[in-house]
Structures are given as C-alpha cells and as structure tokens.
C-alpha cells in the first residue's frame, strides 16, 4: 500500500526525520450488537491542516504525560471515540510510520474490546465515526487504486482501501495492509 513515490520523498527527508514528532494510533476491533467484528477508523474534521478530511485510526501525538505509545494510543482512542482504555486490550505494536507532510513518526497498535463499545466521537476532531466490517476489510475487491490531491497539491495514482464509501490512502492504508496480512497468518 506504499505510493510509488514514498521511498524517493523519504530519501530527500533524512534530516527532516531525524526530528520527527511522535504519535500513536490504535487499530481497534470490537464485536457489534450481532456479534460480527468490527474495525473503527474515523473521518477528521476539515481544518487548515495536511491531514484534514481525512480517514484515519483513532490517535494523536505523544503527550510529556503519557507513559508509553501505547497509553498515548489509548487516551487518544479514549479521547476521539470514547472508549475506555480500561476495556482494551492492546495485543500488539506494528511497524511505525513516517508521515513527510506533518514529520511524524506514527507508532499503530493493534487493539481489541471483548464487548461492543458505545462510542462518543470527539467533535472538534472527528467528523465521523466509521465502522467497518471484518469481512469488509478483507474483502479482496475493496483494495482499490485512486487519484487523490496529496498534501503537495500534486495528483498521485495510489493503492487504497475502499471501506463503507471512503477511500483509505497513505500512512493509515499501510497500516491496514500490514494488519490484513497477519490476519491472513492467523486464519
């Protein structure tokens, strides 16, 4: 799910890198009412910002306060769609991100609640709460390539998810392939 030109904007942000913020994002997945599984991701507000109107995880950056990764994914998850950290078990980190419009390194964790959550979204942040179906998510013909405006107001042809009528692209695409393929490994 890497646009073709990630790795040359990468080469030509080394030293940008080397001072990059840090955030932190859960990957949540619960069971609906029906007992199916669930992933929530949410639609950001419009702001004057490289990541407005975007879809991502629920999270933000790492606060002085916060103990870890990922107790900052959890309070933001808390804080974006209020569910609780005491109800999430967090099963495992996945592979950090740079994200080159903002310089942040993104740290994802993979999370779960045994029990459908009731979710409150945090209006100044999140436009709308999304969820997701498993088999949605996994769904072969909902990988999809788009032209979207980055963030350099440059028109890019990339690989993207296609969930529940949004088009998933960039940093938060990468991070739901690389969970889709360790749900490949465990099924």
Known sequence: MSPPFREALQAQQKEEMKTARKAAVMALFYP????HTKLVLILRK????VHSAQIGF???KLEMFDDSMASAALRETEEE?????????V????T?????????FVHPFIGVTKKTPVFMKQDDEVEEIIHVSLYDFLNPDNVVNKKVTTSYK????????????????????MMLSE????????L
């Not at 769609?81 to 078990?89: A, I």
């Not at 099963?91 to 996945?94: D, F, I, Q, V």
């Open 81 to 89: 769609v209020g569910v609780s950290k005491k109800y999430v078990e």
């Open 96 to 104: 950090k991100v740079y994200i080159p419009p903002s310089n942040f």
């Open 58 to 60: 629920p999270g933000g």
């Open 46 to 49: 419009t702001y004057r910002g």
């Open 179 to 186: 969970i889709k393929d360790l749900l490949k490994q465990a």
């Open 154 to 173: 440059k028109d890019v042809v990339v690989p993207a998810f296609s969930l529940n009528g949004h088009i998933v692209w960039g940093a938060t695409a």
């Open 32 to 35: 609906d009412e029906n007992k």
């Open 91 to 94: 099963l495992r980190a996945l």
